[in-house]
């Protein structure tokens, strides 16, 4: 499995923006799909992530709730996938986890076909 670990988070004002970095120990494969979920405080994990990240070709999916505030991007070089937050709202407030999966991201990132995740990362956004 590949060892994912999750850094950038903070407590930001309502409007403000933060970067998530996830980076991963060596892949053994030249393709896989990395996403991002999150769990709010009090709820469990969403099944649905809200963006996701082929380290092949950098095809990409977002959410409608984060699509047009959100970019994710990788560096394969350094085997990092990194999540672009802007215009953060406070019900964005949650632990944001990175996961891969082998293969390519088509719609939907599912918790269920992800084997490896993080640590999380704890965004926190409030005035």
């Known amino acids: 499995q590949v060892q994912l670990a999750e850094s950038g988070g903070g407590l930001v004002q309502p409007g403000g923006s933060l970067r998530l970095s996830c980076v991963a120990s060596?892949?053994?494969?030249?393709?896989?799909?990395i996403g991002w979920f999150r769990q709010a405080p009090g709820k469990e994990r969403e099944r649905k992530g809200i963006?996701?990240?082929?380290?092949?070709?950098?095809?990409?999916y977002y959410r409608d709730s984060v699509k047009g505030r959100f970019t994710i991007s990788r560096d394969n070089a350094t085997n990092t996938v990194y999540l672009q937050m802007n215009d953060l709202k406070p019900e964005d407030t949650a632990v944001y986890y990175c996961?891969?999966?082998?293969?390519?991201?088509?719609?939907?990132?599912?918790?269920?076909?992800?084997?490896?995740w993080g640590q999380g990362t704890q965004v926190t956004v409030s005035s």
């Open positions: 996961a891969a999966n082998v293969g390519y991201c088509s719609g939907y990132p599912l918790e269920g076909d992800f084997g490896s």
């Open positions: 060596t892949f053994t494969v030249d393709y896989y799909a």
């Open positions: 963006s996701c990240i082929s380290t092949s070709d950098g095809s990409t």
